[in-house]
């Protein structure tokens, strides 16, 4: 298993330039990075610093979108890339915004927005004879649950069953949810948090609930008032998709039309920066969550408040133990740290040391890049590339990296 204490949208542009103090101690971050890209162990990547007031602690970038092609164009902060699961948060916080107007209520159950929920049931495995076993779930998952993935909806390259399941149903896996005809629970709700498609459950409720399909309320409600431009969903992105072999090796493939998200460093740093203000973005003055929800629902614990009826050996938060080496490696978030989930993040119930604050929250996308955003000490980092298998060392290495440098 990777072991690892590591481990997340521009409308203003960000300073390149650093604190010349900074950019003197910076030399060696900058050198690892180079050095990781010059000897091909990693595609280009991007890598940003920020204080809470929008200063600029760290920031470059390296390589080019093509690994294989020294001459395409090179990695910048404003270069387009997949961004996967880094979309979750963006959710979250549009969810979030139905909370504050009382459109949308944490206790509710999932069927009462989702119907086909109500018919749902849970994977207890496969009989001697190839069949699925299916059965009611003992209870009934909330909206709460869907925010905390502790629904029982799982990922199909992190559950063999599901994998299994998909094969049986003649369906191609899928990273997104259907609405209409749900996949089975790994799990009980409330029985133990298991890493999935719950969020994209919640997307579903946010278009019913506003009438408007999810990257249109993204758009209207996040983006746009935050001045973010270059982030679509879906859209093509700049960076070609990378993959590292067994053997280490990493090819590329040329960027295709996809359902995926597409943002930019200094994006998603914009987004961010709102979070870590308390919901209102430092110099745009846009609001995007109130301070009371930030503090209640981003930066607090909800696992306790989730879990109705734990499992003896739920997965434990912040691990993930993949059935599919091409889709993720096995590793383990913050090892030795205690940790919880929040409406959105992976809390580190610990201070981290030399590093984030306790309460921090943190997460990434499949394609390696990461996050976290320190809401004590006012202080965030974000790196970009894309690259697969997720949970990449090499990735994860500098990132921790970055982080040593921030707080160092």
């Not at 399909?213 to 758009?219: E, G, Q, S």
């Not at 894309?386 to 970055?402: I, R």
Request: charged share 15%; hydrophobic share 40%.
């Amino acid at each position: 298993m990777v072991s690892t204490r590591l481990l997340v949208l521009g409308a203003i542009a960000l300073s390149t330039t650093a604190h010349p103090t900074n950019a003197t101690m910076a030399g060696p971050l900058d050198e690892a990075f180079a050095t990781a890209v010059r000897e091909k162990r990693i595609p280009g990547i991007a890598a940003v610093a920020l204080n809470r007031d929008g200063s600029v602690i760290y920031k470059n970038s390296w390589g080019t979108i093509n690994i294989d092609d020294p001459s395409s164009a090179p990695v910048t902060s404003t270069t387009r890339m997949e961004i996967a699961s880094m979309l979750k948060a963006l959710v979250t916080v549009a969810a979030l915004q139905l909370v504050e107007q009382r459109k949308l209520c944490l206790d509710d159950l999932v069927e009462d927005h989702i119907p086909s929920w109500k018919n749902i049931s849970v994977l207890d495995g496969f009989s001697a004879d190839g069949e699925p076993i299916l059965r009611p779930p003992k209870t009934k998952a909330t909206v709460l649950q869907l925010f905390t993935h502790t629904s029982g909806a799982g990922y199909f390259f992190l559950s063999k069953n599901l994998t299994r399941f998909n094969h049986w149903a003649g369906k191609p896996p899928q990273f997104g949810a259907d609405p209409l005809h749900p996949e089975p629970l790994v799990a009980d709700p409330g029985t133990g948090w298991f890493y999935g498609i719950s969020i994209d459950y919640l997307s579903h409720i946010i278009s019913a609930i506003s009438g408007i399909p999810i990257n249109t309320y993204l758009d209207q409600h996040i983006l746009e008032p935050l001045g973010i431009q270059n982030s679509e969903l879906p859209s093509i992105a700049d960076m070609h998709a990378h993959r590292r072999l067994p053997n280490g090796t990493i090819i590329s493939s040329p960027p295709t039309a996809t359902t995926a998200p597409i943002s930019t460093l200094d994006d998603y740093a914009t987004f961010l920066l709102a979070l870590i203000n308390h919901g209102t973005h430092p110099t745009l003055g846009t609001t995007i969550l109130q301070p009371s929800t930030v503090k209640q629902y981003l930066f607090n614990d909800l696992i306790p408040a989730t879990l109705t009826s734990p499992s003896e050996r739920p997965p434990a938060i912040g691990v993930i133990q993949s059935v599919n080496p091409a889709q993720s490696n096995d590793g383990e978030f913050l090892l030795g740290t205690p940790k919880g989930w929040s409406a959105s993040f992976l809390l580190n119930n610990e201070e981290v040391q030399g590093g984030r604050s306790k309460g921090s929250g943190a997460w990434g996308g499949i394609y390696n890049s990461y996050y976290w955003v320190d809401l004590e000490a006012g202080k965030l980092g974000v790196v970009f590339t894309n690259l697969l298998p997720f949970l990449d060392l090499v990735t994860l290495e500098l990132f921790g990296k970055l982080e040593g440098f921030v707080y160092s």
